[in-house]
């Protein structure tokens, strides 16, 4: 039995989808059925709650390998379970290549139909009790620290507010440093948590580009110059300034990956590009890059370092400040908006950081 599982057919086949649906909701499925793979896109997009996908691979206007391409590449669809109904064996490891599940070959028996499609929904199920378990701990502890943590920054300033002496005041400002830390490293975690379960309430807004991207530069200015770093900022002539989308998730990446290449350099220079390239409908995507001349990534850790919790140790053997979401966040953020994210390296002068975003146009109809 199958109760109340959420099952898509997607079988452009009417004998075919029709065979699977009757069998499927004679065992207390609720299933729905659609012809092509772009159906099948749209009624994940607005059902996400889909629990899995029966996937036939040939079909007109998108084909089943587009959907698994689209679906796993998506970091909020992508634990969706998808069987692929297919024998043929070349056809099978290219689907295993990109993120099918299982298969299923016709015609369908009943019962091993019922056997996949439990065991898949089951550990699936399990997967996010335990995911969902994780967040709820990380965000109550956050919680449980951020009010201690505004307190010992109260008390500070209240200390630097009593005329104290030289000694003193070296003392707050290491206790004000600290706990900045200590909140910053508090806000990464909530983020992180409210991204990671698509609970985020940030909206999109009308803002400048230029002025969110030189407000960055200025709350990292003084990192930068105590490490003797200039930070050179590019921005085409041509690039649109008045935008509409979440300005605080632009204002978030940028102050990240700037953030971390004057952590990871000891001195030149961190250069931040931006250009702009027109969609045509009245929306433009935003190509950025941020370079430093520090050590560079690590081979082998390009794709790593944009998971969460993850930290890179260079050859010296130096490790740095950071729990190791910064990254996990800002590619979150930079796909929410419809972009991507990626490291390159140059032998010889640091890493560049590059990702894109799309954003409508002042005046025209918000995207988000």
Same mark, same amino acid.
């Given at each position: 039995?199958l109760?109340?599982i959420k099952?898509?057919?997607?079988?452009?086949?009417?004998t075919?989808r029709?065979?699977l649906s009757?069998?499927?909701?004679?065992n &207390?499925?609720?299933?729905t059925?659609?012809?092509?793979?772009r159906?099948?896109?749209?009624?994940?997009?607005?059902?996400?709650?889909?629990?899995? !996908?029966?996937l036939d691979l040939?079909m007109p206007?998108m084909?089943?390998?587009?959907v698994?391409?689209?679906?796993?590449?998506?970091?909020?669809?992508s634990?969706?379970?998808?069987i692929v109904m297919?024998?043929?064996h070349?056809?099978?490891?290219?689907?295993?290549?990109?993120?099918?599940?299982?298969?299923?070959?016709?015609?369908?028996n009943?019962?091993?139909?019922?056997?996949r499609?439990s065991?898949?929904?089951t550990?699936?199920r399990?997967?996010?009790?335990?995911?969902q378990?994780?967040?709820?701990?990380?965000?109550?502890?956050?919680?449980?620290l951020? /009010?201690?943590?505004?307190n010992?920054?109260g008390?500070?300033d209240? =200390?630097?507010?009593?005329n104290?002496?030289g000694e003193?005041r070296?003392l707050?400002n290491l206790?004000?440093e600290?706990t900045g830390c200590?909140?910053? /490293?508090?806000?990464?975690? =909530?983020?992180? *948590?409210q991204l990671?379960? &698509?609970?985020?309430? /940030?909206?999109? #807004?009308?803002?400048?580009?230029r002025?969110t991207?030189?407000? !960055?530069?200025?709350?990292?200015k003084?990192?930068a110059?105590?490490?003797?770093i200039?930070? !050179?900022?590019?921005i085409?002539d041509?690039v649109?300034d008045?935008?509409?989308?979440p300005?605080?998730?632009?204002?978030?990446?940028?102050s990240?990956?700037?953030?971390n290449a004057?952590?990871f350099?000891?001195?030149?220079?961190?250069?931040?590009?931006?250009?702009?390239e027109?969609l &045509?409908?009245f929306?433009?995507?935003?190509?950025?890059c941020?370079?430093?001349?520090?050590?560079?990534?690590?081979?082998?850790?390009? #794709?790593?370092?944009?998971?969460?919790? *993850?930290q890179?140790?260079h050859?010296?053997?130096?490790?740095?400040?950071?729990?190791?979401?910064?990254?996990?966040?800002?590619?979150?953020?930079? #796909?929410?908006? &419809?972009?991507?994210?990626n490291?390159t390296?140059?032998a010889?002068?640091?890493?560049s950081f590059n990702?894109?975003?799309?954003c409508s146009?002042?005046?025209t109809a918000?995207?988000?």
């Open positions: 039995m109760p109340e099952v898509l057919v997607v079988e452009d086949d009417m075919s029709e065979m009757e069998m499927l909701e004679s &207390g499925a609720l299933c059925a659609v012809t092509n793979g159906e099948a896109m749209e009624v994940i997009v607005f059902n996400p709650d889909i629990d899995i !996908v029966l040939h206007v084909d089943g390998f587009e698994l391409v689209q679906l796993k590449s998506n970091p909020y669809l634990d969706i379970p998808v297919t024998t043929d070349h056809e099978k490891l290219r689907s295993l290549k990109l993120g099918a599940d299982d298969f299923l070959a016709k015609p369908y009943q019962e091993e139909l019922e056997l499609i065991k898949l929904v550990l699936r399990k997967a996010q009790s335990a995911k378990a994780k967040s709820d701990f990380l965000s109550i502890v956050s919680h449980e951020r /009010t201690p943590s505004h010992m920054m008390l500070a209240l =200390l630097e507010s009593q104290p002496d003193q070296k707050i206790m004000k600290n200590l909140t910053s /490293t508090i806000d990464d975690i =909530l983020s992180f *948590v990671d379960h &698509g609970t985020d309430s /940030t909206i999109a #807004e009308h803002f400048s580009l002025g991207t030189q407000a !960055v530069l200025e709350s990292q003084d990192s110059r105590l490490k003797g200039k930070l !050179v900022l590019s085409a041509d649109s008045r935008l509409n989308g300005s605080a998730y632009v204002h978030k990446i940028f990240i990956l700037i953030g004057i952590k350099s000891s001195d030149g220079e961190v250069r931040i590009s931006i250009t702009e027109s &045509g409908d929306s433009s995507r935003f190509c950025c941020v370079h430093d001349q520090g050590p560079g990534v690590p081979t082998g850790f390009s #794709e790593k370092i944009f998971e969460p919790f *993850v890179v140790k050859s010296s053997g130096r490790t740095y400040d950071g729990i190791g979401l910064g990254l996990a966040i800002a590619k979150r953020m930079v #796909e929410m908006m &419809g972009g991507n994210i490291v390296n140059d010889d002068s640091g890493s990702f894109s975003f799309r146009l002042h005046g918000e995207l988000l």
